[in-house]
């Protein structure tokens, strides 16, 4: 007899342990199943740092965001640990940037507080910045950073507190949806569910398809570095912002970064999108590359010349994008009892305890009262289905 479960979440990343902790919340009787160990690097969810900010180009994502602070602030005490560093953030460049404008349209558009400095007032405040003449800055002051591993560990240790089950390195083979439940495979057992949450990243384009949901979803393995500054305590969360450069695409589509939450880590910068895509994860090359890890450092000369120092660890990790890069949060069109959580296209961490919420209220009642208007497979509907 399979053992059955009220629902069952596939993937312990991000997302899938958030949805997992709102569900047991609910009292559902849950099980989370993981491919690789819990907490591994092979995925987007692994690591010390992710910034969290209101501050987006599309005023439905700042409105999202006034959901998900809250839940942050929850989910903190509940864990009785830190997992929001805040910062400050600062996005810099010169103002006719189409990226700069548009996020500042937005910001204005959802009244958003934030200031907005000249480049004077940046390098008065921060004057680890070296800009150039006629950038400007959009500074806001709960940007910051959230403590990515600690915050999913946080999401599975508290759902197995309301009861959940979770079992790592058990890879899901089969999902067979019927009318009125699911049936789980894995290579050594078979589980029912009444209803199924499918977060699995960038392995969702496959599991998806065999659901009969052809999503146009990419990976796009990026890479991130942490560099050794020349001055510790000019970049830590008291004294440096978490920061997005308005370049035009030069630099990828926008080198951002990080200060260091400890020393030995180094200050975090990385791109926006700029990398090669691939189609399946095993078609992910893992390998740094080191040109980028020096075209990263000469920006760094340029702007933030304190952290130009040496490579202290770099790895890659994934985006899984959608065509518009915007989520995909949704019923399964034929089984409302099948809901997928997708394409978080880079930048979804800041968003996965809301997310979390979401994916379980459209599991237990169908709905949820966040927004979900941006995130229909329907928009894909010509290649859906
Ligand atoms: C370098 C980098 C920097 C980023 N910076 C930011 C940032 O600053 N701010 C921000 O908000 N976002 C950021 N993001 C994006 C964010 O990290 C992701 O959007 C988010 O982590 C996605 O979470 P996920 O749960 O969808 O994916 P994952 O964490 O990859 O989770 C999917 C899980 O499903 C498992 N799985 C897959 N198939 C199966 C199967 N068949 N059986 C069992 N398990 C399975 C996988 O092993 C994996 O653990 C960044 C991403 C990267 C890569």
Same mark, same amino acid.
């Given at each position: 007899?399979?053992?059955?479960?009220?629902?069952?979440?596939?993937?312990?990343?991000?997302?899938?342990?958030?949805?997992?902790?709102?569900?047991?919340?609910?009292?559902?009787?849950?099980?989370?199943?993981?491919?690789?160990?819990?907490?591994?690097?092979?995925?987007?969810?692994?690591?010390?740092?992710?910034?969290?900010?209101?501050?987006?180009?599309?005023?439905?994502?700042?409105?999202?965001?006034?959901?998900?602070?809250?839940?942050?602030?929850?989910?903190?005490?509940?864990?009785?640990?830190?997992?929001?560093?805040?910062?400050?953030?600062?996005?810099?460049?010169?103002?006719?940037?189409?990226?700069?404008?548009?996020?500042?349209?937005?910001?204005?558009?959802?009244?958003?507080?934030?200031?907005?400095?000249?480049?004077?007032?940046?390098?008065?405040?921060?004057?680890?910045?070296?800009?150039?003449?006629?950038?400007?800055?959009?500074?806001?002051?709960?940007?910051?950073?959230?403590?990515?591993?600690?915050?999913?560990?946080?999401?599975?240790?508290?759902?197995?507190?309301?009861?959940?089950?979770?079992?790592?390195?058990?890879?899901?083979?089969?999902?067979?949806?019927?009318?009125?439940?699911?049936?789980?495979?894995?290579?050594?057992?078979?589980?029912?569910? %009444?209803?199924?949450?499918?977060?699995?990243?960038?392995? =969702?384009? &496959? $599991? !998806?398809?065999?659901?009969?949901?052809?999503?146009? *979803?990419?990976?796009?393995?990026?890479?991130?570095?942490?560099?050794?500054?020349?001055?510790?305590?000019?970049?830590?969360?008291?004294?440096?912002?978490?920061?997005?450069?308005?370049?035009?695409?030069?630099?990828?589509?926008?080198?951002?970064?990080?200060?260091?939450?400890?020393?030995?880590?180094?200050?975090?910068?990385?791109?926006?999108?700029?990398?090669?895509?691939?189609?399946?994860?095993?078609?992910?090359?893992?390998?740094?590359?080191?040109?980028?890890?020096?075209?990263?450092? %000469?920006?760094?000369?340029?702007?933030?010349?304190?952290? =130009?120092? &040496? $490579? !202290?660890?770099?790895?890659?990790?994934?985006?899984? *994008?959608?065509?518009?890069?915007?989520?995909?949060?949704?019923?399964?069109?034929?089984?409302?009892?099948?809901?997928?959580?997708?394409?978080?296209?880079?930048?979804?961490?800041?968003?996965?305890?809301?997310?979390?919420?979401?994916?379980?209220?459209?599991?237990?009642?169908?709905?949820?009262?966040?927004?979900?208007?941006?995130?229909?497979?329907?928009?894909?509907?010509?290649?859906?289905?």
């Amino acid at each position: 007899m399979a053992q059955h479960f009220d629902a069952i979440v596939i993937g312990a990343g991000g997302v899938g342990s958030a949805a997992a902790y709102y569900l047991a919340k609910a009292g559902q009787r849950v099980l989370l199943l993981e491919q690789f160990e819990l907490n591994h690097q092979n995925g987007s969810s692994y690591g010390y740092s992710r910034v969290i900010r209101y501050t987006y180009d599309n005023p439905i994502y700042i409105n999202l965001m006034r959901d998900a602070y809250p839940l942050w602030f929850d989910l903190q005490a509940q864990a009785g640990e830190q997992l929001y560093v805040k910062t400050g953030g600062l996005d810099f460049g010169f103002p006719d940037t189409d990226t700069f404008q548009k996020l500042k349209t937005s910001m204005d558009t959802a009244q958003l507080d934030y200031e907005h400095l000249n480049r004077a007032e940046i390098q008065k405040r921060y004057p680890q910045f070296v800009l150039k003449e006629g950038m400007e800055g959009l500074f806001q002051s709960e940007s910051g950073l959230l403590r990515t591993s600690r915050c999913l560990l946080a999401h599975v240790r508290l759902a197995q507190q309301h009861g959940a089950e979770m079992m790592d390195q058990t890879p899901v083979v089969k999902v067979i949806p019927g009318t009125h439940g699911v049936e789980v495979h894995t290579a050594k057992e078979v589980f029912s569910c %009444d209803r199924i949450v499918l977060t699995v990243g960038s392995w =969702a384009k &496959s $599991l !998806l398809a065999a659901q009969g949901i052809e999503l146009p *979803l990419k990976i796009m393995p990026c890479q991130l570095g942490f560099y050794q500054p020349n001055n510790t305590a000019d970049f830590t969360p008291g004294t440096f912002p978490v920061f997005f450069a308005h370049m035009n695409g030069i630099y990828g589509e926008m080198p951002y970064g990080i200060p260091h939450m400890d020393s030995s880590l180094g200050v975090k910068i990385t791109t926006f999108y700029g990398w090669e895509t691939v189609s399946t994860p095993d078609d992910v090359d893992y390998t740094p590359s080191q040109t980028w890890t020096e075209h990263i450092r %000469d920006w760094a000369r340029e702007y933030i010349p304190g952290t =130009a120092g &040496s $490579l !202290l660890s770099t790895r890659r990790c994934l985006y899984t *994008l959608t065509l518009d890069k915007d989520f995909i949060v949704d019923q399964h069109p034929d089984y409302p009892h099948v809901i997928i959580g997708a394409g978080f296209s880079g930048h979804g961490f800041k968003f996965t305890t809301l997310l979390g919420k979401m994916l379980a209220d459209l599991a237990i009642d169908s709905h949820t009262p966040h927004d979900t208007s941006l995130f229909k497979i329907s928009r894909f509907q010509s290649i859906a289905t």
